[in-house]
């Protein structure tokens, strides 16, 4: 079985070119099937059956691990039982037809409209890593890029005459996005700046050592601008669902939005309807005379 999951691994790294983030993530999960199974001493992957499974499913529930860290496990299942059949190994999937306990659905945080345009209006140095800083926090918040797609980004796939980047987005997926003025702007600003720096790298943001920044050092650099120009806490993906939010709040297009996070399932980016739905409804808690609530 052993030999059979490595090779899966292997499969998944090689063929399937998947993200470190996402092999990590197949590992973790497997490595609970693995224990599972060798509890209650299978041989082979052939003998899991879907009793089983749901037992296994029960086990981490009850163990506090949430409905959408399971529904992951057995995203893996079936990715192992794909490629098993795929090999002539196993003829069933035991996680076919298991669905994951539902938990309460939590919206994305977001920031609202004035507070995206203080963060992104507060003053700016001309050093190396502000200059460099503002225009990740505008293109983020300009184009909703995940974090891994604005750390690929090369310097020959963002079109600033055109505003436009080109992205690769998870499935080895590219999109070309528009790029606002504002953030176009800033990103001139710092290529200029970064032009001082002696770097091989194409990447587009770099660090004072002139190689392509870590996913960790834009995650810290982000926490810092918030914590700085907001005292808030803030991530990546805030300024992501904030532009969603933002763009579906006023277009009410959302397959328009889909298209521009470059979600593959149109279910993904409904959870951001919840979101407009919400604003909406403090307007109108806020505005209609007789809307006021009791309270509490």
């Not at 693995?34 to 509890?39: G, L, M, R």
């Not at 691990?65 to 002539?88: D, F, Q």
């Not at 992104?120 to 890593?129: C, E, G, K, Q, W």
């Not at 690769?168 to 001139?188: C, M």
Request: aromatic share 6%; charged share 20%.
């Amino acid at each position: 079985m052993q030999t059979q999951l490595a090779a899966f691994f292997e499969y998944l790294q090689v063929e399937r070119q998947v993200s470190v983030h996402t092999l990590t993530a197949y590992r973790t999960d497997l490595a609970k099937v693995v224990d599972f199974t060798s509890a209650q001493q299978l041989a082979s992957w052939q003998e899991l059956r879907v009793a089983q499974l749901r037992e296994l499913v029960a086990q981490l529930y009850k163990g506090g691990l949430s409905g959408r860290s399971i529904a992951r496990l057995l995203s893996a299942v079936r990715g192992l039982y794909a490629y098993l059949m795929r090999e002539g190994i196993c003829q069933h999937d035991p996680a076919a037809g298991i669905r994951p306990p539902k938990g309460p659905r939590k919206l994305p945080k977001v920031l609202d409209v004035d507070r995206a345009q203080q963060l992104l209006d507060s003053p700016v140095a001309d050093d190396f890593a502000s200059c460099r800083d503002h225009a990740i926090l505008e293109l983020l918040y300009s184009s909703g890029l995940r974090l891994s797609e604005l750390v690929g980004l090369n310097i020959a796939d963002i079109d600033l005459a055109q505003g436009l980047v080109l992205v690769l987005g998870k499935g080895n997926k590219q999109r070309l996005l528009p790029v606002g003025s504002q953030a176009v702007a800033a990103v001139e600003r710092w290529l200029i700046v970064r032009g001082q720096v002696q770097s091989q790298d194409q990447a587009l943001f770099i660090g004072v050592r002139g190689r392509r920044m870590s996913p960790q050092l834009v995650r810290e650099r982000v926490r810092q601008a918030g914590v700085r120009d907001l005292g808030q806490h803030l991530h990546p993906h805030m300024l992501r669902h904030s532009f969603a939010s933002h763009i579906l709040e006023s277009s009410h297009d959302l397959r328009a939005v889909q298209e521009l996070l470059g979600h593959a399932d149109i279910s993904t980016t409904q959870i951001y309807t919840h979101l407009d739905f919400q604003h909406l409804a403090q307007v109108y808690d806020q505005a209609h005379p007789r809307a006021k609530r009791k309270p509490s």
